[in-house]
């Protein structure tokens, strides 16, 4: 059975720095591509990041290209988000996920497209 479980979040201050982790079991990580969501309240879930099964190829949203960065650990079967400049709007519970199919594409930024989330860590950026 996979499982995903994040870790990391908390309060900051606009303009500083977070790193996330999420912890993968149940299967071989190092053949899936792996994302990042978030939900802010009364909004729905949406893209922040995505990483191909090597590693080699990442793909973001606008809203955080240039200031998050994800990366994974296959030896460690655990995939990071490293988030800097953080604004009061990346307030959210930010989720882990994976898809069932392997060797997917960096660029799969639909939520349809994965399969098992965490539970989820939450994030809040003061002003």
């Known amino acids: 059975q996979v499982q995903l479980v994040e870790s990391g979040g908390g309060l900051v201050q606009a303009g500083g720095s977070l790193r996330l982790s999420c912890a993968a079991s149940g299967r071989t990580f190092s053949m899936y591509t792996m994302g990042w969501f978030r939900q802010a309240p009364g909004k729905e879930r949406e893209f922040v990041a995505t990483i191909s099964w090597s590693g080699a190829n990442v793909y973001y949203a606008d809203s955080v290209k240039g200031r998050f960065t994800i990366s994974r650990d296959n030896a460690k079967n655990t995939v990071y988000l490293q988030m800097n400049s953080l604004k009061p709007e990346d307030t959210a519970v930010y989720y882990c996920?994976?898809?069932?199919?392997?060797?997917?594409?960096?660029?799969?930024?639909?939520?349809?497209?994965?399969?098992?989330w965490g539970q989820g860590t939450q994030v809040t950026v003061s002003s």
């Open positions: 996920a994976a898809p069932k199919k392997p060797y997917g594409l960096a660029t799969m930024g639909s939520r349809n497209q994965y399969d098992y």
